[in-house]
Every structure is written in C-alpha cells, then in structure tokens.
Nanobody
Framework: QVQLVESGGGLVQPGGSLRLSCRAS????????LAWHRQSPGKQREFVAQ???????DYADSVKGRCTISRDNAKSTVYLQMNSLKPEDTAVYYC????????WGPGTHVTVSS
C-alpha cells in the first residue's frame, strides 16, 4: 500500500519562501515519477512540478524559476522549494506518485498573505 504525507505548509508573506516535503511509504519510491499539484479555492487542481526517476524535472510556467523540485530516494521524500511566493500561490499542495499506482497525499495548505 502506498502512502504519501505532505508537510511544510503554512502562512508566509509575499516574497517569502517555503519548502514542502512529501514522505512516502513503500519500496517503490526510486521507480516512481513524483509530482506536486495544487488547488486554490474555486479552481481545478493544477500541475506544479514533477521529477522523473532519472532526476529530470518539469515545471508549470506559473512557477518556473521560482520553484525547485527534488527527491531523496534514501529518505523516500520529495521536496518542493518555493521562493518569491505570491498571493496567487495560495492553495492546497498535493504530492503524487505514478508507481506502483496513481496515489495522492492528503495535501498541505499554503497561504501567501501579508
């Protein structure tokens, strides 16, 4: 059974930074593509970033240059470093894995406000 648990969300001022973490259970981690998505109130869930098992990364245009996704296979953890945060980054952030099956964490709240 795959379990993903996000942490690191909170309240931050515009221009600030946060690092989100997502720890996974199970032995699948190194073989999975891991991703971060987010959902703002009244909006559909949207893609933020993903990291392939090779270490290659991909970002949404809205966060490119401000966010960095990384993974530590030894710790079964994927990270999302977010800098220069804007109020429009306010959302619930979810991590996901595509292996051994599509799985999602419960999410962590990020609020960017002065």
């Amino acid at each position: 059974q795959v379990q993903l648990v996000e942490s690191g969300g909170g309240l931050v001022q515009p221009g600030g930074s946060l690092r989100l973490s997502c720890r996974a259970s199970g032995s699948f981690f190194s073989r999975a593509t891991l991703a971060w998505h987010r959902q703002s109130p009244g909006k559909q869930r949207e893609f933020v970033a993903q990291i392939f098992k090779s270490g290659a990364t991909d970002y949404a245009d809205s966060v490119k240059g401000r966010c960095t996704i990384s993974r530590d296979n030894a710790k079964s953890t994927v990270y999302l470093q977010m800098n220069s945060l804007k109020p429009e980054d306010t959302a619930v952030y979810y991590c996901s894995s595509n292996f051994p099956r599509d799985s999602w964490g419960p999410g962590t709240h990020v609020t960017v406000s002065s």
